[in-house]
């Protein structure tokens, strides 16, 4: 149809497509699905906020607008979006160095950032970061979530906190005279609640079950105890039970280039989170999400969330298996969690102001123990030195300094070591006598030896031509004190070639020239030849000289030397 705009399937919402198909039996279970993940999403939502050090009513007010627009433009059926503990350490150590305003820059930048990678179709791309990283980093927020909630836990009096990791314990260590028993009795109650309520039933959070008994407890001691040294939610934060108005953000090209590390750190830990559970998800309903619609919708929620004051929104993986789990089946399962949150906001919204903070600091400590993988951190102690490397640093950088120097670092290394295995791999050899093909693709006839003429040299490479096993190549050659009349190099097991591996083999064929050495290319494949003859090198040796398979070569060769034409160029 004429002036019809089609999106092409990849970047399709999910929901557009759930719509043509969508049942009475769909809608029930999305309904009843959403009341629930709605309800389960609650205390993580206020914990994660004040973790993340911003009031708690922002945290709901993230978990409504972003858990919105993930389900409304998001590729998966069952994502649920909304803050995730993995964005306490970064959003809080925003906040820290550039303030409320730095943080909602931060993120409108990430949001961007996601929207790029999705219109460039980077969404494969993000799986391929490695995963001794992936759980370096998840295990290092982990700790670092942990620690920053010793002090609620344990109820101590801290003026104070220091915001490196090792300061932190020092002051801990130095104020365990200000611990109140109290406090301590109600989180260690609250983890207990968390970890015994699924034994029970499987249907009901045990985070719940914990926030509501703890806080009507705290209640009863507050109110006919006396005990006034249990600290509650409305203690410290004042409580604002309704949508805020839309913001206006101010950008300025200083306050940019400050916030971008941050920005690129929030967007890419939000792109793995929310690809990791769409894929996951994936594994549990058979379906197939779309990365790059996903990082797209991902994006949208980042950008439109920070004019409202919220934080970072990402796809949380334990609130889509809730999903999943209660028969959430379509994006309208999201939708109804977004507009449960926002009633709860509304009606019950006051009521948030008796949590006590100790619960909240039961629950975080519970999701810091889910969150650290230690069984898959353990297990990848046992693997490589290069990949038990790449965890390490990663793990200690994310502890000791701050997610954003993890991530570059990690990668960085990831990809040195990455290239050294690959040049390793990649091997050269010369014959000169004799070409044993016994175990070649290439035999004509079993145990084939052929006879190499005098004044040949056949070089192999075996593996990928790139930068790092270029000077390997030449370190080779450099081995003969001779110079043969021709060189033959067989590129059959060469699968690609990268600028200075073609830069390499062009400076041989011109060096080779001047030395009057003959070159012959054996088994070069068809992606190989292509880029040979982009960079015309096939000009400067002959096109007569790219041989299909070294029976040719040697032919070819033979020729060569029995007419004199070893240093005359077709």
Known sequence: MKGK????PEFKPKLWDSIKTYTKEKFFGDLMSGIIV????????????????????????????????????????????????????????????????????????????????????????????????????????????FTTQVKDLFGMTIDKMPGDFVSKWVVYAQHLGSVSWVSLLVGLLSIALIVLTPRVSKKIPGSLVAIVVMTVAAYLLREYAGITNLETIGDRFEINAALPAPARISLNLETVHLLLPSAFTIAMLGAIESLLSATVADGVTGDRHRSNTELIAQGAANIIVPVFGGIPVT??????????????????????????????????????KHIPMACLAGVLVVVSYNMSEWRTFRSLLKNPAHDVMVLLVTFFLTVIFDLTIAIE?????????????????????????RLDLSADS??????????????????????????????????????????????????????????????????????????????????????????IMKSRIDERIG???????????????ADTLQNGQDTEKR
Do not use: W
């Open 5 to 8: 705009i089609r999106l092409a």
């Open 543 to 557: 096109r007569e000289n790219i041989c299909g398979d070294i029976h040719e070569a040697l032919a070819r060769a």
């Open 409 to 433: 670092i990690g990668l960085l290394l990831a990809m040195v070591l990455f290239m050294r295995r690959m040049m390793e791999t990649t091997q050269v050899s010369v014959s000169t006598d």
């Open 315 to 352: 796809g949380a993986i334990a609130r889509t298996m809730t999903n999943i789990n209660n028969g959430g089946s379509t994006p309208v399962a999201g939708l109804i969690h977004a507009a449960v949150l926002l009633l709860i906001l509304l009606f019950l919204g006051p009521l948030t």
């Open 38 to 145: 709605g309800i389960v999403a609650l205390p993580l939502a206020i914990a994660f906020g004040i973790a993340s050090g911003v009031s708690p009513e922002k945290g709901i007010i993230t978990a409504i607008i972003g858990g919105f627009v993930v389900s409304f433009l998001g590729g998966s059926s069952v994502q649920i979006g909304g803050p995730t503990g993995a964005f306490i350490v970064i959003v809080y150590g925003i906040i820290q160095n550039f303030g409320i305003e730095g943080l909602t820059v931060a993120t409108l930048l990430a949001g961007i950032f996601l929207v790029l990678m999705g219109v460039l179709r980077l969404g494969t791309v993000i799986k391929f970061i490695p995963y001794p990283i992936i759980v370096g980093f998840t295990s290092g927020i982990a700790l670092t979530i």
């Open 442 to 531: 290439e035999i004509r006839h079993d145990d084939e030896v052929l006879k190499i003429p005098s004044g040949v040299e056949v070089y192999e490479i075996d593996g990928p031509f790139f930068f790092g096993v270029a000077n390997k190549f030449d370190e080779c050659m450099k081995q003969f004190s001779t110079k043969p009349r021709i060189r033959i190099i067989r590129m059959r097991k060469v699968p690609f070639i990268d600028s200075t591996g073609l830069h390499n083999l062009e400076s041989l064929c011109r060096l080779s020239q001047r030395e009057h050495i003959h070159i012959i290319l054996s088994g070069v494949n068809d992606q190989v030849r292509a880029m």
